[in-house]
């Protein structure tokens, strides 16, 4: 059974309105017509959006003592569902509470390895020891890996920020939640060289979307599945900056130009699904307040989302 768990927290980004995502979503499927979310059982978590208005407590790691805490809270709403014998689907605000994500299945399935599909255009692999932003969206990978980055640091750390940092990466358990070679990104293209010097240190497999069309979804896929043959599980977290902005919509804090097609994001989501191991899928970084067509990135999100749950259900 699907548990819907609703995370409106934007507090990791550095642009508001991702906690609207999921209320845009919603007015998307009213306007089509479809009941969706009155179908599913749902959680709320709470959220501490109001922290935006706080002075930050540190440069290079915004908001981190908040975002420690929303990452908590979804962490134990996912291990709940999961422990329940749902299908934890979590629609988030910003991609930062995705450690949550990954600490919550863990938690609830400690003996079991898992391997994480990152769709995206972002690595989201930067510490507070190497972020040019400060926004925790770009740290949750980094976190799960327990990788601090120190041979690519360019910030000082305030004792505050690294007390924090050190809570996130020792969440639900001592031990990185993630080995790298179960970690596949899919989409990246805008990062930066100390995210590409930890990828190329850590091998850890990243496909381009020119590959992927090149080679083919269902040869993407089959590599994806042999590679991550040894997990467990697996975790798909799409950010849906992974599409391409200029196709569907700008209605994302960080848009990149040449992603991702709607189509061929189904036909990812569709292959992995049929392995049977895809056991919870996250939708993050849908914000309306900046999309250019309307509602367009949201209903996109929503029609992927339907389409994916019909696989779930069946």
């Not at 930067?126 to 925790?136: A, D, E, I, L, M």
């Not at 930890?198 to 993407?220: A, D, M, W």
Request: one cysteine or more.
């Amino acid at each position: 059974m699907i548990e819907l768990i609703k995370n409106r927290s934007d507090i990791g980004a550095g642009t508001r309105g991702a906690d609207m995502g999921i209320d845009a979503m919603e007015i998307a499927a009213i306007n089509m017509g479809d009941d969706y979310f009155n179908c599913h059982q749902h959680t709320d978590v709470r959220t501490h959006n109001e922290s935006i208005y706080n002075k930050f407590t540190s440069s290079v790691a915004k908001r981190i003592e908040h975002v420690y805490k929303q990452c908590e809270r979804v962490s134990t709403a996912v291990s709940t569902a999961c422990k329940r014998g749902n299908f934890p689907i979590v629609l988030s605000g910003d991609h930062s509470s995705a450690l949550g994500t990954i600490a919550g299945i863990k938690h609830a399935y400690p003996s079991s390895t898992l391997g994480v599909i990152w769709l995206d255009a972002h690595a989201d692999l930067h510490s507070p020891y190497t972020s040019p932003s400060g926004n925790v969206h770009g740290m949750p990978l980094a976190a799960a890996l327990q990788k601090d980055n120190l041979n690519n640091k360019i910030n000082e750390v305030e004792e505050d920020a690294k007390w924090y940092w050190q809570r996130m990466k020792m969440l639900c358990g001592d031990k990185p939640k993630l080995d790298p070679k179960n970690l596949i990104y899919l989409g990246l293209r805008d990062f930066e060289n100390a995210e590409l010097n930890l990828i190329e240190e850590l091998g850890i497999t990243h496909f381009s979307v020119p590959y992927v069309r090149s080679t083919g979804i269902k040869n993407l896929v089959d590599d994806c599945l042999n590679q991550l043959s040894t997990s467990d599980l697996i975790y798909i977290s799409f950010d849906v900056d992974s599409m391409d902005c200029d196709a569907v919509s700008y209605g994302t804090g960080t848009p990149v130009p040449t992603g991702f097609y709607v189509e061929e994001i189904m036909q990812i989501f569709d292959g992995l699904m049929a392995s049977q191991k895809v056991n919870c899928i996250e939708f993050a970084e849908i914000n309306p307040l900046l999309d250019n067509k309307g509602n367009r990135m949201a209903e996109t999100a929503f029609q992927v989302l339907s389409h994916v749950s019909k696989s779930i259900e069946k």
